[in-house]
């Protein structure tokens, strides 16, 4: 199995992430594109960010390190969510984007994402060649030509902050917003972005140390955000994961938000305005029958992609559609955005909410869940989950006795050693029965 992923190269900080491969990784990055003519008629430049963990201050240093030495100058932001940089990427006229996160992950993770001119991923083929040119000797550049390894002022985080207001039309004034950042990326340009397009702002989880990014809080543990919805008397809630391409929400009830209904919502607001490229959303086999069941009434046609944002954003790409992303809250947004963005989307939710006038509770109530459990069993070989004899034949087991009243889906993740168990039934209780019969079956067949 190579180096990168579905996002990049992404593992245990300074054991399989070292600060070693980043400088290599970037070299050869380097290398790759100039070899392409990415850097013909000019000097190469590059942007680098992180999210908050304390092995990212190693590891961006080891980056820039590699791309100077490369002869690529570097312009260093901080601590800025993935979406930022990939936003930087595309208006500094920069050749290269480079992200350190491993996003939702815990915190002793952590990766390594290149972004093309831009601010597209790199495609699988560079990120091929990339690993192939790993440690090759190489003329070094000496004297003039060295790269250069500039620190940004705030700068860039106030670029972002303003694109991210001005996709936008109405004042948020007069909204109470919760916002927890997760400790992460969005800690500061998250509530700045949301207090400049007018809310009242209520902030949890932006203290960041380094060692609590995702810590019990975010997006993948939204129970701080629901208590202080309700507590504060929000109007709505969003919650960001540790790089903040994920957005999850809460209703003024304090009931959650989550990606589905987000994207029901705004492909509904979309498609009243003549926004939504063919009426068109695109979402993962992940995503709930619901919100296909809501689409489908509303005129809106779904395309299915397999589970993961960059799967979403090639059929993106590829039709020209204007919105997709999953129910864990990746919201891609491509008149704004290149990639899932989570203040973008937190702002767009809260414009058609003073918009329409009405609650989110309401609007989110446009996608009628089917009782859906997700079961992720951890520790077991992803590769083998789809050749399996025995876990086949339990999936066709659980499908047949689900009829046509739900369904049964096994993903492996794309960056880690997991497995993911989804069943959508009539009723909660056979969901969590069939899921978690089916995750015993996992760990027994496919356990490292």
Same mark, same amino acid.
């Given at each position: 199995?190579?180096?990168?992923?579905?996002?990049?190269? *992404?593992?245990?900080?300074?054991? +399989?992430?070292?600060?070693?491969?980043?400088?290599?990784?970037?070299?050869?990055?380097?290398? !790759?594109? @100039?070899?392409?003519?990415?850097?013909?008629?000019?000097?190469?430049?590059?942007?680098?960010? *992180?999210?908050?963990?304390?092995?990212?201050?190693?590891?961006?240093?080891?980056?820039?390190?590699?791309?100077?030495?490369?002869?690529?100058?570097?312009?260093?932001?901080?601590?800025?969510?993935?979406?930022?940089?990939?936003?930087?990427?595309?208006?500094?006229?920069?050749?290269?984007?480079?992200?350190?996160?491993?996003?939702?992950?815990?915190?002793?993770?952590?990766?390594?994402?290149?972004?093309?001119?831009?601010?597209?991923?790199?495609?699988?083929?560079?990120?091929?060649?990339?690993?192939?040119?790993?440690?090759?000797?190489?003329? *070094?550049?000496?004297?003039?030509?060295?790269?250069?390894?500039?620190?940004?002022?705030?700068?860039?985080?106030?670029? =972002? !902050?303003?694109?991210?207001?001005?996709?936008?039309?109405?004042?948020?004034? @007069?909204?109470?917003?919760?916002?927890?950042?997760?400790?992460?990326?969005?800690?500061?340009?998250?509530?700045?972005?949301?207090?400049?397009?007018?809310?009242?702002?209520?902030?949890?989880?932006?203290?960041?140390?380094?060692?609590?990014?995702?810590?019990?809080?975010?997006?993948?543990?939204?129970?701080?955000? %629901?208590?202080?919805?309700?507590?504060?008397?929000?109007?709505?809630?969003?919650?960001?994961?540790?790089?903040?391409?994920?957005?999850?929400?809460?209703?003024?009830?304090?009931?959650?938000?989550?990606?589905? %209904?987000?994207?029901?919502?705004?492909?509904?607001?979309?498609?009243?305005?003549?926004?939504?490229?063919?009426?068109?959303?695109?979402?993962?086999?992940?995503?709930?029958?619901?919100?296909?069941?809501?689409?489908?009434?509303?005129?809106?046609?779904?395309?299915?992609?397999?589970?993961?944002?960059? =799967?979403?954003?090639?059929?993106?790409?590829?039709?020209? =559609?204007?919105?997709?992303?999953?129910?864990?809250?990746?919201?891609?947004?491509?008149?704004?955005?290149?990639?899932?963005?989570?203040?973008?989307?937190?702002?767009?939710?809260?414009?058609?909410?003073?918009?329409? @006038?009405?609650?989110?509770?309401?609007?989110?109530?446009?996608?009628?869940?089917?009782?859906?459990?997700?079961?992720?069993?951890? *520790?077991?070989?992803?590769?083998?989950?789809?050749?399996?004899?025995?876990?086949?034949?339990?999936?066709?087991?659980?499908?047949?006795?689900?009829?046509?009243?739900?369904?049964?889906?096994?993903?492996?993740?794309?960056?880690?050693?997991?497995?993911? !168990?989804? !069943?959508?039934?009539?009723?909660? +209780? +056979?969901?969590?029965?069939?899921?978690?019969?089916?995750?015993?079956?996992?760990?027994?067949?496919?356990?490292?």
């Amino acid at each position: 199995m190579g180096l990168f992923g579905t996002d990049g190269v *992404r593992g245990l900080a300074n054991r +399989d992430v070292t600060a070693e491969l980043a400088l290599d990784l970037s070299v050869a990055a380097a290398h !790759v594109l @100039g070899s392409l003519g990415e850097f013909e008629g000019h000097r190469p430049r590059a942007v680098i960010g *992180r999210d908050s963990r304390a092995s990212g201050e190693f590891l961006s240093a080891a980056v820039a390190a590699g791309l100077a030495s490369a002869g690529v100058d570097v312009v260093n932001v901080g601590v800025l969510p993935t979406p930022a940089v990939a936003f930087l990427t595309a208006t500094l006229d920069v050749d290269l984007g480079v992200m350190l996160s491993a996003s939702h992950n815990p915190m002793p993770d952590n990766g390594i994402k290149f972004l093309a001119r831009g601010g597209h991923k790199l495609d699988d083929e560079l990120e091929v060649a990339i690993e192939g040119r790993l440690r090759e000797d190489w003329e *070094r550049p000496v004297g003039a030509a060295v790269g250069r390894i500039r620190m940004d002022n705030g700068q860039a985080g106030a670029d =972002y !902050v303003a694109h991210l207001v001005s996709t936008i039309d109405v004042s948020l004034a @007069g909204l109470r917003i919760a916002v927890d950042c997760a400790n992460g990326a969005a800690s500061e340009v998250g509530p700045a972005a949301l207090r400049a397009a007018g809310a009242d702002v209520v902030v949890i989880n932006a203290s960041p140390d380094g060692r609590n990014i995702n810590e019990k809080c975010g997006s993948t543990h939204p129970e701080q955000l %629901q208590a202080a919805v309700v507590a504060s008397g929000a109007d709505l809630g969003v919650a960001f994961d540790g790089d903040a391409d994920r957005c999850l929400a809460v209703d003024h009830t304090g009931a959650l938000v989550d990606g589905d %209904q987000i994207l029901g919502t705004l492909a509904v607001a979309m498609r009243e305005r003549g926004t939504l490229t063919d009426d068109t959303l695109v979402v993962t086999v992940m995503s709930n029958l619901g919100l296909r069941l809501a689409m489908t009434a509303a005129g809106i046609r779904t395309i299915e992609t397999a589970v993961g944002d960059r =799967y979403v954003l090639e059929e993106m790409r590829a039709g020209g =559609y204007s919105l997709g992303g999953e129910q864990s809250g990746h919201v891609i947004l491509a008149q704004h955005a290149t990639t899932g963005d989570g203040v973008l989307t937190a702002l767009q939710l809260a414009a058609r909410v003073v918009g329409t @006038g009405q609650k989110l509770e309401q609007l989110a109530s446009i996608v009628q869940r089917l009782p859906q459990t997700l079961v992720n069993v951890p *520790r077991v070989d992803r590769a083998r989950a789809s050749t399996d004899e025995v876990l086949a034949d339990a999936v066709r087991a659980a499908t047949a006795e689900l009829g046509d009243t739900g369904r049964v889906l096994l993903r492996p993740s794309g960056t880690e050693p997991l497995v993911r !168990v989804m !069943v959508e039934a009539a009723s909660q +209780d +056979d969901a969590e029965r069939i899921a978690n019969g089916l995750a015993d079956v996992v760990r027994a067949r496919l356990a490292l």
